[in-house]
């Protein structure tokens, strides 16, 4: 007999579950549209400074990455384990991650339905490898540092980058530059990872999880790192709920507040960027924890739970579907060759009629197909953990 949600998450923080499986379920509708040309504004990302609901996705998944670990690592300290072989453990899952996510960056590797491939321009950042990234840096910083140096820390990297990107001059640009090309960030990515950054990023040679923005993608891991310290002190569930929401908005403030000299930019992860969404990402998970955990209001959550279950396998899975579904050719209605993307949306959505609604449609159902996996997972008591 399966297991039941609730056996499958004892002892675990429901609402930080919760609050996974909902972000993994936005990734999906906003990765996952019919067709790029039909995208509602919230699901598509901002076009450069400011943000919209597809910019909170990676922030979220590091800021829950951070709160995790919190939890992970002060239980097992507390039960003797060795601080060494803990590292020793994040490094090889840390790696892990970075290289699942190298892998999705080259797959299929011209093995199949004519793929074109080459080891000297395969994209080396990406989403899990900053995620790799992140999580090993915060966990060094965790291990072998106490709260207030997780603070300073967290502040440092926030500081260095902004002085660094406002200061340090871009040969044949100058200082302070902001822009897809001719920033610090460009600057490095571009020369650094020459010919190994994002296709599709506003300017070549940029890449928006490249060097240098990194260090404050540390700072949004590290400030789930500080929430996760302030769920698991002594304070009251009424008491935690109120004091997150006051955090979180001064957190939202203080971003907006920054945004008049370094704008809020997901591409820059600006510190403005780094804040704010940590501010929003805290607001939000204090709903689910005073609703979930300390209200007890448990209906509806299962959905959510399932889905973040096998957070990283769902992400690994969508990217792996979706590069497939677009390099595989089938003959099309009119007897040339499509991808079978193209084929199934034209077949199954395209006769909707209104085509940003039939691109939309296509989201759900893909992110109810994923879903459908996630379940099945669930039921047979699949749990694959990195």
């Excluded at 790192?225 to 698991?232: A, E, K, P």
């Excluded at 002190?233 to 203080?254: C, H, I, N, Q």
């Excluded at 969404?277 to 689910?288: D, S, V």
């Excluded at 499509?338 to 989201?363: C, E, N, R, W």
Aim: proline fraction near 5%; hydrophobic fraction near 50%.
């Amino acid at each position: 007999m399966t297991q039941s949600i609730a056996a499958k998450t004892a002892g675990r923080l429901l609402s930080l579950d919760v609050f996974r499986g909902a972000t993994i379920a936005g990734m999906m509708l906003v990765n996952n549209p019919g067709a790029w040309a039909y995208i509602y504004p919230p699901f598509r990302h901002a076009a450069w400074n400011g943000w919209t609901f597809t910019d909170l996705i990676f922030p979220f998944f590091l800021w829950i990455v951070g709160v995790a670990m919190t939890f992970s690592f002060s239980k097992r300290l507390e039960q003797g384990a060795d601080r060494t072989k803990l590292l020793l453990h994040a490094l090889q899952r840390a790696a892990i991650i970075f290289a699942i996510g190298l892998f999705l960056s080259g797959f299929p590797f011209g093995l199949l339905f004519g793929h074109q491939f080459s080891l000297a321009g395969i994209r080396i950042p990406g989403v899990l490898q900053r995620i790799a990234i992140c999580y090993f840096i915060a966990s060094v910083i965790v291990l072998y540092s106490g709260i207030t140096w997780q603070i300073r820390w967290t502040v440092l990297f926030l500081i260095v980058y902004w002085i660094l990107v406002k200061t340090v001059p871009v040969p044949g640009f100058g200082v302070g530059v902001l822009e897809p090309m001719g920033s610090l960030v460009w600057y490095i990515d571009s020369t650094v990872l020459s010919g190994h950054t994002w296709s599709g990023a506003p300017a070549p040679g940029f890449d928006p999880e490249g060097i240098l923005s990194t260090l404050p993608a540390i700072a949004t891991t590290l400030f789930g790192v500080l929430t996760g310290h302030f769920i698991r002190s002594d304070r009251g569930p009424e008491e935690k709920t109120a004091w997150m929401f006051v955090y979180g908005s001064a957190l939202m403030f203080a971003g907006v507040f920054m945004d008049n000299w370094l704008p809020i930019n997901k591409n820059l992860w600006t510190s403005s960027y780094s804040v704010f969404m940590a501010g929003i990402a805290l607001n939000i998970f204090a709903c689910c924890y005073w609703l979930i955990d300390v209200r007890g209001n448990k209906r509806g959550t299962e959905f959510f739970q399932i889905y973040g279950l096998n957070a990283i396998t769902m992400f690994a899975l969508a990217g792996l579907i979706g590069r497939l579904t677009a390099v595989w050719k089938v003959t099309g209605p009119e007897g040339t060759p499509i991808s079978l993307k193209t084929y199934y949306y034209q077949l199954l959505f395209v006769p909707i009629g209104d085509p940003m609604i039939a691109s939309f449609l296509h989201s759900v159902a893909f992110m109810l197909g994923l879903f459908a996996i996630a379940y099945l997972m669930y039921r047979f008591n699949v749990i694959i953990k990195v």
